[in-house]
């Protein structure tokens, strides 16, 4: 049973990542206990499937056993070891040398972090080293997206374009630049590919002109933006961002984080979109979101770059769990596990999911259906043609979260009235058929609440 001293104790003690604390003290916590493949039950018995796989990173599903295992074997046999003083582990070495096998292109060197959002400060300190090796230090200046999500470091907020991680925070800092969102459902070159794609390439070529062609270092782009509401550039975006960035001479960093390990299909969305980026960062289903992990994987002539500037000194990057054996022994089984099934089924389970949430559209609050794999939104709109958002007043973060959990269903609901998926590869048809059912009630339910109801007529 829900134990009101958990939740007492939660409320005096826990602060909880991204959350109005007010807000939270006010609900109370909601306490899981228990996860079986896409199902999750709390503390009070209730059963959920989990459309959004924890934070988009319970890729292989909850309750694999032979993960258990793996971490318990490498626990046992050696639960730490530092990647320090030239020394390693074999689970770090062999994960390192799997994910280079089947990185796209020369990206074959890997660096392992905690998560994803030192993946990204990783990325900005190897940029940084990388120009001043090549004798080129004035480039110091980054650019990403609007819409973007970077992590939540000073720097990859900065990085981030999602106005609560800037407000009182100070970020982004002044070396970091945006330009437009891609944003097909929303883009005001109208939603044609080739428009949409020449307005980032003009946008992009126009800012580096405007800070100056010498001193930018890299850009920065998620092959599918998650955190600013899964959406999705037309095909063929991330290619001629990739080819631009060649062209002017500046590093393309891909943010797989989400994206990567099966998310979209296979184990890196730039495979299916075609590119070799100078860098991926990745986390999230690497393990699974079983313990936590991220990794830079670096293409090779930016690695020989940095290697051949340190020369004999050290180059001055490092955490103490880089390369965790446990993390890495995790890493290697969650691999097996994708390439042993999961990843066919998630494409199989993806096109069930993209099928289901299409069957939608003609609901009167669906503005539009996006998505890739695994990875898919529905955008609410209180007018279809206008494109006018949910009102604020109908509070579509918090209300349609707690609808759809009240019909057994997690789903990422968006402050904007986006509802974002992202399931476990493992789901079956009846699970996916249940994520489209309860999302359906849930719309059904949004379509009563007073306040869309008044932002329809009017
Ligand atoms: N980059 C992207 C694209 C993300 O979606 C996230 C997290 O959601 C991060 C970076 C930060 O990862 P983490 O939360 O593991 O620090």
Redesign the pocket.
């Known amino acids: 049973m829900y134990s009101n001293s958990l939740i007492e104790l939660d409320r005096a003690h826990l602060v909880h990542p991204v959350a109005s604390y007010r807000g939270h003290e006010q609900q109370g916590v909601r306490v899981l206990s228990s996860a079986k493949g896409a199902t999750i039950t709390d503390a009070q018995g209730r059963q959920l499937i989990d459309g959004f796989a924890g ?1 988009w990173c319970v890729n292989a599903g909850y309750g694999h056993e032979t993960i258990v295992e793996a971490a318990a074997r490498q626990m046992r046999e050696l639960p730490y070891a530092t990647a320090y003083f030239g020394l390693g582990s074999e689970s770090a070495i062999r994960l390192a040398a799997e994910l280079a096998e089947r990185a796209p292109g020369d990206l074959n060197h890997i660096y392992f972090t905690l ?3 030192d993946a ?1 400060d990783s990325t900005v300190r190897f940029i940084r080293y990388y120009w001043f090796a090549r004798g080129q230090p004035q480039r110091d200046q980054f650019i990403s997206m609007e819409q973007g ?4 470091s000073t720097v ?1 907020a900065g990085l981030t374009a999602l106005p609560n991680f800037h407000a009182g925070f100070g970020v982004p800092l002044d070396w970091q630049h945006k330009i437009p969102s891609p944003y097909p459902y929303r883009n005001p070159v109208g939603q044609d590919a080739n428009a949409i794609i020449q307005a980032s390439l003009a946008a992009l070529r126009a800012k580096v002109d405007a800070i100056g062609a010498n001193r930018v270092a890299a850009f920065y782009a ?1 092959p599918i933006q ?2 600013g509401g899964v959406i999705v550039p037309p095909k063929g975006w991330m290619k001629a961002m990739r080819e631009l960035c060649k062209e002017l001479d500046i590093l393309f960093v891909a ?1 797989e ?2 994206t990567g390990f099966g998310r979209t299909g296979p184990l890196f969305a730039c495979s299916e979109d075609e590119i070799v980026p100078d860098f991926i ?1 990745t ?2 289903g690497l393990t699974s979101g079983y313990i936590p992990m ?1 990794a830079v994987f670096m293409a090779d002539h930016v690695y020989q770059v940095i290697a051949d500037g340190a020369g004999a000194s050290a180059v001055g990057h490092g955490y103490t769990y880089s390369a965790h054996p446990v993390s890495a022994a995790v890493g290697l089984e969650v691999l097996k596990l994708y390439e042993g099934g999961l990843l066919e089924n998630g494409i199989k389970a993806g096109a069930r999911l993209m099928a289901g949430l299409e069957s939608l559209r003609d609901h009167p609050l669906v503005g539009d259906v996006r998505g890739r794999g695994m990875l898919a939104a529905i955008e609410l709109v209180v007018d279809k043609a206008a494109k006018t958002p949910l009102p604020a007043e109908a509070q579509p973060s918090r209300r349609i979260f707690d609808r759809a959990w009240e019909n057994g269903l997690v789903v990422r609901a968006f402050a904007n009235g986006v509802l974002g998926y992202a399931p476990p590869l493992c789901c079956t048809d009846t699970d996916i058929d249940a994520i489209i059912e309860r999302t359906e009630r849930t719309l059904d339910q949004t379509l009563e609440d007073p306040d869309v109801r008044r932002a329809l007529k009017d």
Not at 149 to 152: I, L, M, P, T
């Open positions: 934070l998560g994803g959002s990204i999500y970077h992590g939540s990859g998620e998650g955190s943010d984080v989400i960062t986390a999230k991220g």
